[in-house]
């Protein structure tokens, strides 16, 4: 059954009235969201709405309180990150998460090993492994790190670990990609090659990423879901969100005139959600 | 580095991986020779046991150096794969097992292994401060057991067999300490092959990803608990073999070798020789028989001496022994070692001016102790200590207080030049990277 729902899912992901609770404050609210498998959607909302909260849950960090979470129409709420892995689902980190003394290559490599279905073998040689090294190469030069192949990811300059780390969420294939704000801390030139390099690695995946850059998120989002205290309060194109009124009051009104403000003026420091 | 890039996407050629196969014909061709140049009887006996300690010391690096555990349990494994062995051995001399004496290391890996099984699976639910306690717990537990289960441990006399036994095979025989040795080493050279051959392996390689970022290897499809399970298995094979050789090295096994004591010369050896490189613990268990031979016969103090090397390796050399060869190799390859040699020689003599001092303190300390039984009067490298004399007592702590002065003043200077040569070569690194 599981099978054919993931075959024939009309969602790639679906959120349906997902609530956590830390204690006895209630982070995220009975959210809502169905996501297109294909669809590239920005989450946006002011500090503290649980953005990252909700990446946590549908990736498996923490545990849901009530509702439910599905990928491909399959349940995956309470189960474990290496699960939902498994089944095709990977995330990124705001703060870069990698292997710290490992090379590039290797992080690479890792990353790619149990999707190419080498689990815990210690019977095969690493350097054998054509497949995961031509991937883990692949990948270094979408990258464009090929030059650092090995240094330590330790000893990488931040813009080289923040491309590592979507590199390492997107090496293994999988088709839903969750990225937790890929661009934070890179100056305005790096954003710039940033979003090309996310659009490229990220081509024909469904894509979800929190952001707090606006400019960010109209070069990569197709739709945007808004959320504010816990709940999507809306979740449709850039245009008719911007133009949506409960979004205008609750949050994007500021942010908008703010990115207005600032296309006028040229440069500007950067304003969004701050 | 990207030469062969077009061609051949994945594969990178290495200069030293010509020097790696020149690196283990050198370890074989040193086990080979080692008892023809040391070749009295105690020498032939300390080899052997550093070939077992070699292995003791590699399979506890996979747990501390490749996996991040910390465990302070090893010779549990070690222990419990001796005394297995041991029972093994007895049942081969009493007709009833038909397993080749030449084979009993095995049967200690197997039982290693099987003992990990079932007490690594309670063991490494749990990563980080509380593995370390549950690997505590478990050594102690199964310290106790050895006093309450003396069939199998023997009680205080422990268990001991003879390996000599069967027929000989091709007129090896096992009673002299040379054919035991290269038994041994033939072991110890691949076990530590295995082993290394292990760091190759998908596993072996998320195994380091787990000590590096647990939390990110979830996210990249494996179970942190899984790959630590199955390391610790991998671990208590190799040390199960190295307890399995102990058996057929002294044909005896006590509840010391299931002791906390020997868990913590693992621990403690491991580290001074480096736990980072895969090669660290072999000099690390090399010092191990060592430090136990010989430095207990030139001083009662020895294991004072041997903690004071290791607080002194944790605050200056955290990297162990072979980190400091390797850093100097980075440094040699790039021509820069040459200006450091004053450096060195500088610290070595002020090093050995705190050591001097140290010693004569520590030895003075000692005899008053225990001056009833050993006397209050001694040779020291040929001097007269008394510990009923003021000039002796000053004289130590003068020598002391000077070394560790000029030592420091050393040290500082050394800091700063060798940070220098750190960023020259940093600074070359990039010129070569940018001339690709």
């Given at each position: 059954m599981k099978a054919a729902a993931a075959g024939s899912a009309k969602y790639a992901i679906e959120l349906r009235d997902v609530r956590k609770s830390f204690g006895k404050t209630e982070i995220i609210r009975g959210a809502n969201l169905a996501v297109h498998p294909g669809e590239r959607v920005a989450i946006i909302g002011p500090n503290g709405a649980g953005k990252s909260t909700l990446f946590n849950l549908i990736s498996g960090r923490f545990g849901s309180t009530s509702g439910d979470i599905l990928l491909h129409g399959q349940k995956i709420d309470g189960l474990k990150p290496y699960e939902i892995t498994r089944l095709g689902l990977a995330r990124s980190f705001q703060v870069s998460n990698l292997f710290t003394r490992l090379s590039v290559f290797e992080n690479l490599r890792c990353a790619v090993l149990w999707s190419l279905g080498y689990r815990y073998a210690f019977w095969k040689f690493l350097a054998d492994l054509q497949d995961a090294n031509d991937r883990a190469e692949e990948v270094m030069e979408m990258l464009k790190l090929e030059k650092r192949r090995d240094v330590l990811a330790m000893n990488l300059t931040y813009a080289e670990q923040r491309a590592l780390e979507i590199g390492i969420t997107i090496a293994g294939g999988a088709g839903v990609i969750l990225l937790d704000e890929p661009t934070a801390g890179m100056s305005r030139s790096e954003t710039a090659r940033f979003v090309n390099l996310i659009r490229e690695v990220t081509a024909g995946k469904t894509l979800l990423t929190v952001e707090h850059d606006m400019g960010v998120v109209f070069g990569l989002a197709d739709k945007i879901a808004v959320l504010v205290y816990g709940e999507v309060i809306a979740f449709d194109t850039p245009e008719r969100v911007r133009a949506n009124e409960r979004v205008q009051e609750a949050y994007l009104g500021s942010v908008l005139a703010d990115q207005q403000a600032e296309a006028g003026q040229a440069a500007h420091g950067r304003a969004a959600g701050h | 580095m990207g030469r062969t890039h077009e061609s051949r996407p994945h594969y990178h050629f290495k200069p030293w991986n010509v020097g790696r196969w020149v690196l283990w014909g050198l370890f074989a061709l040193v086990l080979l020779a080692a008892p023809k140049v040391f070749s009295a009887n105690f020498q032939v006996s300390l080899l052997s046991q550093m070939g077992i300690a070699i292995v003791a010391c590699l399979s506890y690096n996979v747990l501390l150096?490749?996996?991040?555990m910390l465990s302070f349990g090893h010779a549990v494994y070690t222990g419990l794969g001796a005394f297995v062995a041991i029972h093994a051995l007895v049942a081969v001399g009493a007709g009833s097992l038909p397993v080749p004496v030449s084979l009993i290391p095995l049967v200690g890996g197997v039982a290693g292994a099987g003992f990990a099984v079932v007490l690594g699976f309670v063991t490494t639910k749990k990563a980080g401060t509380p593995f370390a306690m549950i690997t505590l717990g478990i050594g102690e537990l199964v310290f106790a057991m050895s006093l309450m289960v003396p069939e199998f441990f023997g009680g205080e006399g422990g268990v001991s067999a003879n390996r000599v036994t069967g027929e000989p095979v091709l007129g090896i025989t096992y009673g002299p300490q040379i054919q035991v040795y290269y038994l041994l080493a033939l072991y110890t050279f691949v076990c530590t092959a295995a082993m290394f051959a292990f760091t190759r392996t998908p596993l072996g390689r998320v195994l380091n990803a787990v000590r590096d970022n647990p939390e990110r290897v979830e996210f990249i499809g494996y179970s942190t608990q899984r790959v630590r399970y199955i390391a610790f298995i991998v671990s208590g094979f190799f040390a199960g073999i190295a307890g399995g050789m102990y058996a057929l090295n002294f044909e005896i096994a006590t509840a010391e070798v299931v002791g906390a004591a020997n868990s913590g010369a693992y621990l403690l050896f491991t580290f001074l020789g480096g736990a980072i490189f895969f090669f660290g613990p072999i000099i690390g268990a090399v010092l191990l028989v060592l430090a136990g031979a010989l430095l207990s016969e030139f001083t009662k103090a020895w294991l004072l001496y041997l903690g004071l090397v290791f607080l002194f390796m944790v605050m200056y050399a955290p990297g162990g022994i072979a980190s400091l060869i390797m850093m100097n190799l980075r440094v040699a390859a790039f021509g820069k070692l040459r200006p450091l040699l004053a450096s060195y020689l500088a610290l070595f003599g002020t090093g050995v001016a705190v050591l001097v001092g140290a010693a004569a303190l520590v030895e003075l300390v000692y005899h008053l102790q225990l001056g009833d039984t050993i006397g209050t009067q001694f040779n020291f490298l040929g001097a007269t200590l008394d510990v009923g004399r003021l000039d002796s007592w000053f004289g130590a702590c003068f020598v002391l207080a000077v070394g560790l002065a000029l030592f420091e003043l050393t040290r500082r200077q050394f800091e700063l030049q060798w940070g220098v040569t750190q960023e020259e070569i940093e600074r070359e690194i990039k010129r070569r990277e940018a001339a690709i």
């Amino acid at each position: 059954m599981k099978a054919a729902a993931a075959g024939s899912a009309k969602y790639a992901i679906e959120l349906r009235d997902v609530r956590k609770s830390f204690g006895k404050t209630e982070i995220i609210r009975g959210a809502n969201l169905a996501v297109h498998p294909g669809e590239r959607v920005a989450i946006i909302g002011p500090n503290g709405a649980g953005k990252s909260t909700l990446f946590n849950l549908i990736s498996g960090r923490f545990g849901s309180t009530s509702g439910d979470i599905l990928l491909h129409g399959q349940k995956i709420d309470g189960l474990k990150p290496y699960e939902i892995t498994r089944l095709g689902l990977a995330r990124s980190f705001q703060v870069s998460n990698l292997f710290t003394r490992l090379s590039v290559f290797e992080n690479l490599r890792c990353a790619v090993l149990w999707s190419l279905g080498y689990r815990y073998a210690f019977w095969k040689f690493l350097a054998d492994l054509q497949d995961a090294n031509d991937r883990a190469e692949e990948v270094m030069e979408m990258l464009k790190l090929e030059k650092r192949r090995d240094v330590l990811a330790m000893n990488l300059t931040y813009a080289e670990q923040r491309a590592l780390e979507i590199g390492i969420t997107i090496a293994g294939g999988a088709g839903v990609i969750l990225l937790d704000e890929p661009t934070a801390g890179m100056s305005r030139s790096e954003t710039a090659r940033f979003v090309n390099l996310i659009r490229e690695v990220t081509a024909g995946k469904t894509l979800l990423t929190v952001e707090h850059d606006m400019g960010v998120v109209f070069g990569l989002a197709d739709k945007i879901a808004v959320l504010v205290y816990g709940e999507v309060i809306a979740f449709d194109t850039p245009e008719r969100v911007r133009a949506n009124e409960r979004v205008q009051e609750a949050y994007l009104g500021s942010v908008l005139a703010d990115q207005q403000a600032e296309a006028g003026q040229a440069a500007h420091g950067r304003a969004a959600g701050h | 580095m990207g030469r062969t890039h077009e061609s051949r996407p994945h594969y990178h050629f290495k200069p030293w991986n010509v020097g790696r196969w020149v690196l283990w014909g050198l370890f074989a061709l040193v086990l080979l020779a080692a008892p023809k140049v040391f070749s009295a009887n105690f020498q032939v006996s300390l080899l052997s046991q550093m070939g077992i300690a070699i292995v003791a010391c590699l399979s506890y690096n996979v747990l501390l150096g490749q996996g991040g555990m910390l465990s302070f349990g090893h010779a549990v494994y070690t222990g419990l794969g001796a005394f297995v062995a041991i029972h093994a051995l007895v049942a081969v001399g009493a007709g009833s097992l038909p397993v080749p004496v030449s084979l009993i290391p095995l049967v200690g890996g197997v039982a290693g292994a099987g003992f990990a099984v079932v007490l690594g699976f309670v063991t490494t639910k749990k990563a980080g401060t509380p593995f370390a306690m549950i690997t505590l717990g478990i050594g102690e537990l199964v310290f106790a057991m050895s006093l309450m289960v003396p069939e199998f441990f023997g009680g205080e006399g422990g268990v001991s067999a003879n390996r000599v036994t069967g027929e000989p095979v091709l007129g090896i025989t096992y009673g002299p300490q040379i054919q035991v040795y290269y038994l041994l080493a033939l072991y110890t050279f691949v076990c530590t092959a295995a082993m290394f051959a292990f760091t190759r392996t998908p596993l072996g390689r998320v195994l380091n990803a787990v000590r590096d970022n647990p939390e990110r290897v979830e996210f990249i499809g494996y179970s942190t608990q899984r790959v630590r399970y199955i390391a610790f298995i991998v671990s208590g094979f190799f040390a199960g073999i190295a307890g399995g050789m102990y058996a057929l090295n002294f044909e005896i096994a006590t509840a010391e070798v299931v002791g906390a004591a020997n868990s913590g010369a693992y621990l403690l050896f491991t580290f001074l020789g480096g736990a980072i490189f895969f090669f660290g613990p072999i000099i690390g268990a090399v010092l191990l028989v060592l430090a136990g031979a010989l430095l207990s016969e030139f001083t009662k103090a020895w294991l004072l001496y041997l903690g004071l090397v290791f607080l002194f390796m944790v605050m200056y050399a955290p990297g162990g022994i072979a980190s400091l060869i390797m850093m100097n190799l980075r440094v040699a390859a790039f021509g820069k070692l040459r200006p450091l040699l004053a450096s060195y020689l500088a610290l070595f003599g002020t090093g050995v001016a705190v050591l001097v001092g140290a010693a004569a303190l520590v030895e003075l300390v000692y005899h008053l102790q225990l001056g009833d039984t050993i006397g209050t009067q001694f040779n020291f490298l040929g001097a007269t200590l008394d510990v009923g004399r003021l000039d002796s007592w000053f004289g130590a702590c003068f020598v002391l207080a000077v070394g560790l002065a000029l030592f420091e003043l050393t040290r500082r200077q050394f800091e700063l030049q060798w940070g220098v040569t750190q960023e020259e070569i940093e600074r070359e690194i990039k010129r070569r990277e940018a001339a690709i």
